[in-house]
């Protein structure tokens, strides 16, 4: 059974950093990618990347702030985000899918960050 389980959410100030990581049981996928969703907005891509490296694909509103990473040995998804800001405020998901060119159809539950002004 496949499963994405996120973790490393919580409460940080702004400017400050937090770690995602994304375990993924049951299989590999060859793209995997983090989403958001803020209160009353849509979700929208953060960043994604090839499960075998390279391809990585940001979002404009966190391009030179967020690094998205992956450890094949682990099987883990990580998102690192530096000089967070209250923008940032969401609930992140992790996703994947079986190719670069399709939809993401396997989604975690989320974890959500919050960043105080």
């Known amino acids: 059974q496949v499963r994405l389980v996120e973790s490393g959410g919580g409460l940080v100030q702004a400017g400050g950093s937090l770690r995602l990581s994304c375990v993924v049981f049951?299989?590999?996928?060859?793209?995997m990618g983090w989403f958001r969703q803020a209160p009353g907005k849509e979700r929208e891509l953060v960043a994604s990347?090839?499960?075998?490296?390279?391809?990585?694909v940001y979002g404009d509103s966190v391009k030179g702030r967020f690094a998205i990473s992956r450890d094949t040995a682990e099987n883990t998804l990580y998102l690192q985000m530096n000089s967070l800001k209250p923008d940032d405020t969401a609930v992140y998901y992790c996703a994947a899918r079986n190719r670069g060119w399709e939809s993401f159809e396997y989604w975690g539950e989320g974890t959500p960050v919050t960043v105080s002004s």
């Open positions: 990347m090839s499960w075998t490296g390279g391809s990585e």
């Open positions: 049951g299989r590999t996928f060859s793209s």
